[in-house]
């Protein structure tokens, strides 16, 4: 199957669960420079949760608690973000009109952009991490009350970077070595940011090489870089009071039934319509550039006790790299049909040929159940 999706794209697919990785196709690749794209913000958001569990900060610090330019007037609803709300993208920042910077909507969800813009990472090339955090504060529109909208803007994450900055005195690529990439096994050498900027984004520009990102994929699961525990905040339901979504520019409904919500710095869903989550639960990230990692859980916390026969958690996850970085829907589309053939084999064959229980097949269309009993 992988083979098929791969005879028009140079992909490059991992999978693997807590005991390391348990399959590799297209190896002659794994060493292909790709851009992250939007891979690269669960890898920031580790970083967050990292400081965190070393008591260096907290979730619901307020961004003026490290900033010291950042508001304080409780009239001003600016002042009212956290950590929190930067790793979650409902700190209601938005840039709307010729404010919205190339990144400051999803490259994954849009076609041909603007190029008159007002504001773009180039803008915090040469400013550093808190100097970019005034520049959002001075040039991007405050559209709502921190955690009642969802705006897809990397904005969110700079102010994150800005935070853990002051915090630690560290230069945001000093904490993603220390944090990250010094901390896999192997340590991971490949991953740099954009030759276009002189600067790390939090959320986006950066690249890396299939081998090392499959170095990222499987310390985090494996628990290596953060505990299960934060591991489990990252991949939670982040937004539930949120009653619209702002990306292209456009309102759309906070919460659309079966079109995944956001975590932190993970997408989350239990859906056919996304990329994964058609059997349980999936916490996954897109990339523009007809990529994507997937984490997959049975359950959207560790269960107590795991009935597969050969696996120990009822999870495993998954990456698709695309060395081709050809971005068009019919690429796009095939990397959606592989992501769900991955998991409608990995959970067969983890399983043991169970079928699953109604309540872990949850929303599956009949068509899928069908499926599985055929190949049982």
Not at 53 to 60: P, S
Not at 162 to 186: D, K
Not at 201 to 211: K, M, N, R, V
């Amino acid at each position: 199957e992988v083979w098929k999706a791969s005879t028009t794209h140079k992909l490059v697919v991992h999978i693997g669960d807590e005991r390391g990785l348990l399959f590799r196709a297209g190896n002659k690749y794994r060493g292909s420079s790709i851009p992250l794209a939007s891979e690269m913000k669960p890898m920031s958001t580790v970083v967050a949760m990292r400081l965190v569990e070393l008591g260096v900060m907290n979730l619901d610090d307020k961004v003026s608690k490290w900033l010291n330019f950042w508001p304080t007037d409780p009239s001003d609803s600016r002042s009212y973000i956290t950590l929190r709300h930067c790793l979650a993208f409902t700190t209601g920042f938005y840039g709307l009109g010729q404010s919205v910077a190339r990144d400051g909507f999803p490259a994954e969800l849009s076609a041909q952009q603007d190029s008159t813009v007002a504001w773009m990472q180039t803008d915090c090339d040469n400013h550093g991490e808190i100097e970019c955090a005034r520049i959002i504060l001075n040039s991007v529109n405050h559209i709502a009350t921190p955690g009642t909208v969802w705006t897809y803007t990397g904005d969110h994450l700079r102010l994150a970077a800005a935070v853990m900055t002051a915090a630690t005195r560290q230069t945001f690529g000093e904490l993603l070595e220390q944090h990250v990439f010094n901390r896999t096994s192997p340590p991971m050498r490949s991953t740099r940011h954009s030759a276009d900027t002189a600067s790390w984004s939090p959320a986006s520009t950066a690249s890396s090489t299939p081998q090392d990102f499959q170095r990222f994929m499987d310390a985090y699961f494996k628990g290596q870089l953060i505990s299960s525990r934060s591991m489990q905040e990252m991949e939670a339901d982040s937004q539930p009071y949120t009653t619209a979504r702002y990306y292209e520019g456009e309102t759309h409904e906070g919460r659309p039934d079966g079109q995944g919500v956001y975590g932190l710095g993970w997408w989350r869903s239990h859906s056919n319509k996304t990329l994964c989550g058609q059997f349980g639960w999936c916490a996954f990230a897109p990339n523009h550039f007809g990529a994507m990692a997937a984490v997959e859980r049975v359950q959207p916390e560790p269960p107590a006790s795991c009935d597969w026969k050969y696996s120990k958690s009822c999870s495993f996850y998954f990456h698709i790299q695309n060395a081709d970085m050809i971005v068009t829907d019919e690429a796009k589309a095939k990397i959606q049909g592989l992501g769900h053939t991955i998991e409608k084999y990995m959970y067969q064959i983890l399983s043991g040929h169970q079928l699953m229980n109604v309540t872990a097949m949850g929303k599956v269309p009949k068509r899928f159940v069908d499926d599985w009993q055929t190949m049982i």
